[in-house]
C-alpha cells in the first residue's frame, strides 16, 4: 500500500498562482492530479508517466499548469498559473500500482489505485 498526501492548497486571487505537492510513503509509478469542484464529477488535471517521459494536461489547463515529478523524493507537483475561478476545487494526487499493460493517458479515475485526501484551492475574482 502506499500512502499519499497532498499540501499547497490555499486562497489565491484569479491570476495568480500555487504550487501542490504530493508525497509518496513509497515508489510509485504512474502519477495523476484530479479535482472536484462543488457539485461535480471528479475531473482528470494531468499525468505523468514513472520515468517522466510521457505528459498529458486536460485541455481546460494546458499552458496554464504542469506536472512534474522527484522520484529520489517520492514526490509529484503542480504548478498552477494564471489561475482562474472555475479552477476551484479540491484537488487530489493519485498513483497506481505499477501492474496495467497499458496506463497512458490515465485520465480516468479508474486507472489509479491509491489516493491521498486531497487539498484546497480557491481562486477568488
Known amino acids: 500500500q502506499v500512502q499519499l498526501v497532498e499540501s499547497g492548497g490555499g486562497l489565491v486571487q484569479a491570476g495568480g498562482s500555487l504550487r501542490l505537492s504530493c508525497a509518496a510513503s513509497?515508489?510509485?509509478?504512474?502519477l495523476g492530479w484530479f479535482r472536484q469542484a462543488p457539485g461535480k464529477e471528479r475531473d482528470f488535471v494531468a499525468s505523468i508517466s514513472w520515468t517522466g517521459g510521457r505528459i498529458y494536461y486536460a485541455d481546460s489547463v494546458k499552458g496554464r499548469f504542469t506536472i512534474s515529478r522527484d522520484n529520489a523524493k517520492l514526490t509529484v507537483s503542480l504548478q498552477m498559473n494564471s489561475l482562474k475561478p472555475e479552477d476551484t476545487a479540491v484537488y487530489y494526487c493519485a498513483a497506481d500500482n505499477g501492474s496495467r499493460s497499458k496506463w497512458f493517458p490515465g485520465t480516468g479515475v479508474r486507472d489509479y489505485d491509491y489516493w491521498g485526501q486531497g487539498t484546497r484551492v480557491t481562486v477568488s475574482s
Open positions: 513509497g515508489r510509485t509509478f504512474n
